[in-house]
Each structure stands twice: as structure tokens, then as C-alpha cells.
């Protein structure tokens, strides 16, 4: 999770469909309240099809 000025973006793994899958969910945060949402989602290639050995999130 990483927060700036009155944006929030949080990066996550999990599944969806029973795949391996990247979330990243941008939020605007205004009065306290979320008051716009973008989000991507994208399924993690097999570790055999990857460009780099740094991951899907570059660490």
C-alpha cells in the first residue's frame, strides 16, 4: 500500500477464476471517504513464460 496527497494504490496477489492474479487498486480519498476507484487486474504468467526474474511486482 503506498499513499500520496489523496491518493491511495494498493498492489495485491491472490486468484480469480482459479488463476494466479496481480490487483492493483487506485483510490481518490476525499473527506475521509473513497470518492473514486480504478482498478487493473491481470493473471500472473507460469513462472516458466516470465520476462525477468524480478516477479510480477518487480522486487
Known amino acids: 500500500m503506498l499513499g500520496e496527497g489523496n491518493f491511495v494504490l ?9 488463476a494466479p492474479t496481480a490487483f492493483y487498486d487506485l483510490f481518490r ?5 473513497i470518492a473514486e476507484h480504478w482498478d487493473v487486474i491481470e493473471t500472473i504468467p507460469a ?4 520476462k525477468n ?7
Open 10 to 18: 494498493t498492489v495485491s496477489e491472490g486468484t480469480f477464476g482459479g
Open 29 to 33: 480519498v476525499e473527506n475521509g471517504k
Open 47 to 50: 513462472l516458466a513464460d516470465w
Open 53 to 59: 526474474q524480478n516477479g510480477k511486482f518487480g522486487f
